[in-house]
């Protein structure tokens, strides 16, 4: 009862705050879970925030609130953006486990290949199922992926053998799913619990892109680093930078039609292209660690390892009422249609 109280006050407050920006400014408070040294805080909020402001002659103004600075979970990020708590939330879909089937689709094993075009793809994805459907609750301003998903452990993983006993951290449902599979005991949690992990021992290892590594001093806590070579990435996670709807709605048009210009399809390239970019930088940081790359042959075996993830997939999706199979086939071609 509190919680709803809250939120039915969060969202008047924010509803007739809205409304009074018709004639003055407007504030759009930006809440994630991340540092401010992470690449989607550092090098994609805040140089978008810049450019909204400079198209909207400052009327509106862009605020990020890092490392959930204004209260709850990772998990709470999107309803409190649904709820009114806040603006707008930069969040994982997956974080709330089994709510968002569809988005999923994306973070099966081996479907990404790059990072630019399958955010690419998502935003696709978005527009003509998702925000009507899934994410209907709030207005989507983005929708991207980070780069592949690489494997951090304190001891070294060369081979399929070498996951059996480890005790790994997987960011999503589908991702522990994967962990599973290969022989690992994976464990679920938000990135931020990472390094503190790691140090008392509880995980062995994590899997996470390149990008985020610098912002947790990963390359500090273990010193092996294993990717997957060929074109397919062992796995990818799904953003999305979801605004509350009143907020949205009340904006003046002139204002809404500056934000929509700033948002959709191109801001989730630049996504990408940021992930891309920090994947590369965030190598670098782990110069001096033993980077572990497995050959074709060796990935053919952990693809044909997690087999039974897309097999649960698909009959999860059955159960939620889509076609789990026909929706592979069409995150495979969104991602060939934006190569």
């Known amino acids: 009862m509190q919680r709803l109280l809250k939120s039915t006050l969060g969202a008047l407050v924010l509803t007739a705050a809205a409304g009074f920006a018709q004639a003055q400014d407007v504030t759009i408070r930006v809440h994630h879970f991340m540092s ?24 509106i103004k862009i605020e990020p609130y890092d490392s959930m600075s204004l209260g709850g979970r990772p998990g709470d990020l999107y309803d409190q953006a649904a709820d009114g708590a806040v603006e707008a939330v930069l969040t994982l879909p997956g974080y709330t486990t089994g709510r968002f089937n569809r988005a999923e689709v994306f973070e099966l094993p ?3 290949e790059d990072s630019v075009a399958t955010s690419k793809a998502f935003w696709d994805l978005v527009q003509s199922d998702l925000q009507d459907g899934e994410f209907k609750d709030t207005k989507i301003l983005a929708g991207w ?52 992990n790691l140090s008392k021992g509880v995980i062995n290892g994590t899997v996470i892109p390149w990008e985020v590594t610098p912002s947790i001093k990963l390359a500090e806590l273990v010193h092996n680093h294993t990717e997957l070579g060929g074109a397919k990435a062992l796995y990818t996670s799904t953003f999305v930078l979801a605004m509350n709807w009143d907020v949205y709605e009340g904006m003046p048009d002139d204002l809404r039609a500056i934000l929509d210009a700033e948002t959709g399809k191109a801001l989730s390239q630049f996504a990408g292209e940021v992930m891309r970019d920090a994947d590369t930088f965030g190598r670098s940081k782990a110069e001096g660690n033993a980077i572990i790359q ?25 159960g939620e009422g889509f076609d789990g199979t026909a929706a592979i086939e069409q995150a495979k071609a969104l991602i060939a249609a934006n190569q």
């Open 145 to 196: 992926v980070h780069g592949p998903g690489v494997i951090h452990s304190k001891d070294p993983i060369t081979k399929l053998e070498d996951m059996a006993g480890k005790e790994m951290r997987g960011p999503t449902r589908i991702v522990t799913d994967l962990l599973a599979e290969l022989g690992a005991t994976p464990v679920g949690m938000p990135l931020p619990k990472i390094p503190e």
């Open 294 to 318: 497995l050959d074709e042959a060796e990935v053919a075996r952990w693809i044909a390892a997690s087999k039974p993830v897309y097999d649960r997939w698909v009959e999860r999706a059955t």
């Open 110 to 112: 081996f479907i990404m």
């Open 36 to 59: 401010q040294k992470a690449p989607l805080h550092s090098k994609f909020l805040v140089p978008w925030a810049e450019r909204v402001a400079a198209a909207s002659n400052g009327r």
